[in-house]
């Protein structure tokens, strides 16, 4: 039974080719990459997007970068998605990811706490909500009762 998760690249990753073409590959061939997409997100989808965080210190920061240049969304497939996908960026952190795992995405590509690199869904609800935002068109019933 395949997981989904979702995936999205971030503006400054989208912008850096060698970033770019290495996750691009890792997910080719670590993932089963059901659909993909390149939007522009405006400040408003952006902060919608990312309401669970809107009472942080990081939100507007957060929402300003997030709707500064093209990003790319990737619905993932794999029997554990969701924990591969987050395992293969490393921790939110750039320090702790530099210092801990240092071949993580966020590792090796990572540029600050809100410049890091991708994001990755961090529950099967999450999942769920992420990809429908984005997706509205993809059914969970057909999916699921196919694969
Ligand atoms: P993401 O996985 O997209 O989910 C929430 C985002 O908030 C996170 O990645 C970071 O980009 C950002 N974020 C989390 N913590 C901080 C922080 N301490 N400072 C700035 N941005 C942060």
Redesign the pocket.
Known sequence: KLQLSLA?I?PHTVKNPVALTYIRNVLKNKFVVIKTKRLFLDKSTAANF?IE?KD???FN??VT?MSSGYIDLHVLGHKNAIHLWRKM?GP??VYKAQFEDPYSLRGMFGL?????V???S?SLTSAEREIKFFFPEFSFYEWHSSN
């Open positions: 999205i971030k990312y965080h942080k210190f990081f920061r957060l970068f960026l939110t952190k600050s706490d809100t410049r890091n991708a994001h990755g961090d």
